[in-house]
């Protein structure tokens, strides 16, 4: 479902578009939520990062997707979303969304729908990071995520994106995905991986 299918038109209308650079910060972990944001374009990654620097990706947006869903619950943003590309995204503010949905049903159980498609999505993933196996993970993905035809997948990113949504580091992928192309498993092409086998 895309944005237009569930938000209301008035709230809509009232979306304020900025643009980010690569690497600038959309809104970072503990600060207050302003509101929902939709990429219009480019790509915006959820991250923590732990003590030791470590950087844990939890979600990458593309165009068409929302993020800060959870936010307009919460008193703070749980992470940090930063723009991997520039990137062009709207912000719908949390209490016209919130008026919203008190005031059209329709809006809110659409928004739930929205939800709900995000949790399969992240159970998926959790599916996918409890696999050990580096060449597993990545046909996991490719399973997973292949197209219409049954064997392509588009890649949202670079493979360096690829690498850090699937847990391992872009060394294993890289060499991974060489392994797999070299026994004929799988044809790297651009922004596409097809399954041959």
């Known amino acids: 479902m895309s944005q237009q299918d ?14 980010l650079k690569a690497g600038q910060a ?3 972990m503990g600060q207050s939520p302003v509101g929902l944001y939709e990429l219009v374009s480019g790509s915006v990654r959820l991250v923590r990062v732990d003590s030791s620097g470590r950087e844990a990706v939890l979600f990458t947006a593309g165009a ?21 590309t520039n990137s062009v995204v709207r912000l719908y503010s949390k209490p016209a969304i919130i008026a919203a949905f008190e005031r059209d049903p329709k ?21 996918q990071r409890n696999i050990h196996s580096a060449r597993d993970r990545v046909r996991h993905f490719l399973t997973v995520n292949a197209g219409a ?25 890289y060499r991974t ?13 651009k922004g596409r991986i097809r399954l041959t086998s």
């Open 64 to 84: 068409g997707d929302t993020i800060a869903e959870a936010s307009l619950f919460s008193s703070s943003y749980h992470c940090d979303a930063i723009a991997t």
């Open 177 to 189: 995905l060489s392994e797999m192309a070299a026994e004929g498993e799988i044809e790297r092409l």
């Open 107 to 127: 809006a809110s159980q659409a928004f739930m729908a929205v939800l709900a498609r995000r949790i399969m999505n992240l159970r998926t993933r959790l599916e």
């Open 149 to 173: 035809d049954g064997r392509t997948v588009v890649l949202p990113g670079t493979v360096k994106d690829l690498a850090a949504d699937l847990g391992l580091s872009h060394e294993a992928l």
């Open 26 to 28: 959309l809104f970072r």
């Open 6 to 19: 569930w938000l209301p038109p008035a709230v809509r209308a009232s979306g304020v578009e900025r643009r």
